[in-house]
Nanobody, 126 residues
């Protein structure tokens, strides 16, 4: 059973930066495609960014492209989300997720990811 634990969320002013981390345990991290998703109150969970199991392929959602960067360190079983130039509309609970079946593809659908963390709150004030 894979366990994912996120950290790094918090309150930041618009234009600021945060780096989220997600540490995995209980599985073979280097075999999983990893994704970051977010969910704001009253909204559906949405894809933010994903990274292939080797880390050579990434995908970012349109609203965060150019501001957010996903990366991973397989030696540390950790995936990161560097968030720059944050906006109030980025306010949400951020989740990391693992997909063990993706191969080299990166799915943007939450239903493809089997394992989820508990989430970390990101609040951006204007």
């Amino acid at each position: 059973q894979v366990q994912l634990v996120e950290s790094g969320g918090g309150l930041v002013q618009a234009g600021g930066s945060l780096r989220l981390s997600c540490v995995a345990s209980g599985g073979t991290f280097s075999k999983y495609t990893m994704g970051w998703f977010r969910q704001a109150p009253g909204k559906e969970r949405e894809f933010v960014a994903g990274i292939s199991f080797i880390g050579d392929i990434t995908s970012e959602a349109g609203p965060v492209k150019g501001r957010f960067t996903i990366s991973r360190d397989n030696a540390k079983n950790t995936v990161y989300l560097q968030m720059n130039n944050l906006k109030p509309e980025d306010t949400a609970v951020y989740f990391c997720a693992a997909d063990s079946t993706a191969g080299i593809s990166i799915s943007r659908s939450p239903t493809r990811y089997e394992y989820w963390g508990q989430g970390t709150q990101v609040t951006v004030s204007s």
